[in-house]
């Protein structure tokens, strides 16, 4: 029997896509045995245990660690305005007192319409890219910047079995769903990223579709005991046939 402890500093999970899916999300991991310690943050790790902020000590082997990356420790040296130990910028992705500085991206604090700024995701920093090379090129031609401004299109988080929740342009989703929109979304990026041959195209709308169990599936007995909790380790979010890992589109 494998114990899986979720540890969030926050009330609730995936707190980008709103209390009510958060806390949907929450319970059905609960329900699914997932123990989810909230409002606690991992202090301390050794080989065989873990130590939160709140003093709980959790012997374990194995740690999953999901909390995100460090901005670059090359940032810290740059003499250059920052916040929250990324490089300030205005909206135009311009460095204010140093012309010709310029940053985006992870690295960058780039203020949103809304007084916040943009978040750290790929959907953004790939935008920004177009429109810091036309200010780039405008700048030099001594022509007006244009400001970089973004809605997120869309969040996505598979919870597992089948259930899933997500954000699409402000409109709320959850249970099969959801999921069925992030496993869409997640087949057809990886046709897009890859050219496969016809045969792997066929595979992954099987998959896609859960028409047969995937071999991994046929492998795992748990899948056999529907009131066992859903302690399958998360396959990779680029594998068309996860079902077990959060994505953010
Ligand atoms: C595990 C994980 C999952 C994510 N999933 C998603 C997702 O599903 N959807 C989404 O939208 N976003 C996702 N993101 C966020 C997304 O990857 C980043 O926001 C995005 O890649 C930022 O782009 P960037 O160009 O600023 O930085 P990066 O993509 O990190 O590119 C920086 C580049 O600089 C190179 N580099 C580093 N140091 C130096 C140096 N000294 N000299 C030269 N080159 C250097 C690096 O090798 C790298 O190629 C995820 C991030 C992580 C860590």
Redesign the pocket.
């Known amino acids: 029997m494998i114990r899986v402890v979720l540890v969030h500093p926050g009330e609730f999970v995936l707190p980008e896509l709103g209390e009510q899916l958060g806390r949907y999300a929450s319970r059905k991991l609960a329900k699914r045995g997932v123990e989810i310690r909230s409002n606690a943050k991992i202090k301390a790790v050794t080989s065989a245990e873990v130590e939160l902020t709140d003093g709980t000590r959790i012997k374990s082997f194995t740690l999953v660690w999901t909390a995100?990356?460090a901005p670059?420790p090359?940032l810290e040296k740059l003499p250059l305005p920052k916040e929250r130990q990324r490089l300030k910028v205005n909206a135009a992705m311009g460095v204010e007192g140093y012309p010709g500085v310029w940053a985006?991206?992870?690295?960058a604090m780039i203020p949103d319409k809304h007084g916040g700024y943009q978040p750290?995701?790929?959907?953004?920093?790939?935008r920004e890219?177009k429109v810091l090379a036309h200010n780039i090129i405008a700048n030099t031609r001594g022509k007006d910047l244009i400001p970089f401004q973004f809605n997120t299109l869309g969040l996505l988080a598979s919870i597992g079995r089948r259930t899933g929740v997500a954000r699409i342009l402000g409109i709320n989703f959850s249970g099969f769903v959801a999921w069925w929109l992030w496993r869409t979304i997640e087949v057809s990026l990886g046709f897009h990223r890859r050219s496969i041959g016809r045969s792997r195209i066929l595979s992954r709308l099987v998959n896609w579709a859960e028409l047969i169990p995937s071999r991994q599936r046929r492998k795992d007995p748990s899948e056999s005991k529907a009131s066992s909790p859903d302690t399958r380790v998360p396959r990779c979010?680029d594998d068309p046939g996860a079902d077990a890992a959060a994505?953010?589109?």
């Open positions: 995100g990356a670059h090359l985006l991206g992870d690295c750290p995701t790929a959907q953004h920093a790939s890219g979010f994505t953010e589109r």
